[in-house]
């Protein structure tokens, strides 16, 4: 039986209040296609007797698996070349040489999905900032889905998945055969401090951070929230540290604190100058 009315301001509710998602009117199809998969799988005879549940377990984990199936996933290694060779070329040999005395660097990448955005992270200062392994680095990646999560840590792909993105040679030199998948090596894996974070909620203790990949998720959100969230982003960012959105994403007309670095037309964000000496102040 189709959505009624009432059934979907209730599933749009629950997103926003649970993860901040804005789910747009006339979307009862995508609720649909989703929701019934969970609904079979959960055991529920229709999507209405998993709506009732939902109704009388407030806040139990069946919330979560809502949100999480009507969370969109899509990513890829390398996703927007432009934005990993401005990382290259620019960002990182920056951050590299403000860095030098101390040795020492964190990211984050929030919102990794299954993994592929922080591992091509992981492989691209591996490649080309040999001196690196030296030096005292944390990398961390985050995700609001339990599932995304799991798939991040473990690393697996599928042909398919290696197909889009990721160089042959990194392939070959980074990436064992496990019957049909391909598995990222340990050493790399490890490298990788994997977290469950809703970004609309409260973090956890972050080290200061000297770059932020942050990409195709403030698409989901309202624009107080986008607000809330650069604000949060703001505090964490080193002085000189580098923020990435995705594509179709800015910080204009949202946060002017920050300003866009010019360079191949990637997403990628500084604090304004009276911003860095409030940070390197403090
Ligand atoms: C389209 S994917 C982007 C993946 C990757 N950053 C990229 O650009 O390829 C969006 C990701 O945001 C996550 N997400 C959605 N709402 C979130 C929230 N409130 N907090 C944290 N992550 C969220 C989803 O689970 C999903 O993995």
């Not at 301001?9 to 979307?27: F, N, Q, S, T």
């Not at 919330?63 to 927007?80: G, L």
């Not at 049909?180 to 990788?192: F, G, K, L, P």
């Amino acid at each position: 039986m189709a959505l009624t009315t009432v059934e979907f301001d209730y599933i749009r509710r629950l997103l926003r209040e649970h993860a901040a998602l804005v789910l747009e009117p006339g979307k009862e199809y995508l609720v649909e296609s989703r929701l019934y998969p969970l609904a079979r799988q959960e055991g529920f005879r229709s999507l209405q007797h998993l709506l009732e549940a939902l109704r009388t377990d407030q806040r139990g984990p069946l919330h979560r698996r809502v949100v999480e199936a009507m969370t969109i996933n899509e990513t890829s290694f390398f996703r927007d070349a432009r934005a990993f060779e401005l990382l290259k070329t620019v960002v990182m040999p920056d951050i590299v040489a403000k860095r030098v005395a101390e040795r020492c660097l964190n990211i984050w990448c929030a919102a990794c999905s299954s993994g592929q955005e922080v591992y091509s992270i992981a492989l691209l200062l591996r490649e080309h900032f040999a001196g690196l392994p030296a030096w005292n680095t944390c990398l961390i990646a985050s995700d609001i889905s339990p599932g995304m999560l799991t798939r991040a840590r473990e690393g697996r792909y599928t042909q398919l998945e290696v197909n889009r993105g990721l160089p042959a040679s990194f392939l070959v030199k980074y990436f064992q055969k496990r019957g049909e998948h391909w598995q990222i090596r340990e050493d790399v894996r490890r490298a990788v401090e994997f977290l469950d974070i809703n970004l609309a909620g409260p973090w956890p203790p972050f080290p200061n951070l000297d770059l932020i990949f942050m990409r195709n998720v403030l698409i989901y959100f309202d624009v107080e929230v986008k607000k809330y969230i650069l604000a949060k982003v703001r505090r964490l960012l080193r002085p000189n540290g580098y923020l990435f959105l995705g594509g179709s994403e800015t910080t204009l007309s949202l946060d002017n604190l920050f300003e866009p670095i010019s360079g191949g037309g990637a997403a990628c964000y500084q604090l304004r100058d009276c911003e860095k000496k409030r940070g390197a102040a403090s």
